[in-house]
């Protein structure tokens, strides 16, 4: 098997995607992750925010936040620390909601959330469409239903792999999307929650790529 771990950060975004906190994830990664010995690297460039814009110069990455988010970003990291204290396997760059995680409303919690994991963590892992295969495993044993096969979708002349998913949460429907690739030793994943298939699109659109840095 190509793949024998499967990503805390994985969990930790399904997770956030029904609305749970950091710490109210901790249960569900004991139950689901066996975090193996892998070599440490330096930590990817963690990026930063100017006004509502993460940028992340490294990967030549940025994403603009709607108005009125909150960003959980320190608080999931200082979690996967406290999981796995000195890992530099696995990191959040951004974590952005509509409303607190913890905080209950009517409509789906809509957010994004961007990790990085090195790709020396994963055994034979070459290709960014291979990365989608433990989060897809993670997002089906959350209860999601895959939409459609992964597919290629271009992002200011990046090449991405894209896999869509839905859930149904009472009388509300969850979609999710998670882009993925490779860059810089590490796999990016790129994950939106929205309460329609628009919503979602609306939010991949907040994407953007310029030349990175080398």
Known sequence: MLFRRISLLAILITAAAIGFSA?????????????????ARKALDPGSMSGNVYR???LGLSYKIPEGWVLRTDEINEHEEETAPGSSVAQVLL?????PPA????????????????????SGLKEAVQYLGP???????QGFTEDNEPSELEVDGKTLIRADYHKNVGT?????????????????????IGGTDDE???????????????
């Open 23 to 39: 710490q109210d994830s901790s249960s569900t990664s004991q139950k689901h992750v066996k975090k193996p010995a892998a070599p």
């Open 56 to 58: 992340n110069k490294t």
């Open 95 to 99: 974590a952005a909601f509509s409303r």
């Open 103 to 122: 905080a209950r409303g009517e409509d789906v919690n809509s957010s994004v959330l961007i990790a990085a994991e090195s790709q020396a963590a994963y």
């Open 135 to 141: 989060l897809g495993e993670v997002a089906k044993a």
């Open 172 to 192: 509300r429907v969850m979609h999710q999307s998670t882009l993925a690739l490779l860059s810089h030793g590490y796999a990016i994943s790129i994950t939106v």
């Open 200 to 214: 979602v699109d609306e939010l991949i659109e907040n994407l953007s790529f310029t030349t990175a840095a080398k």
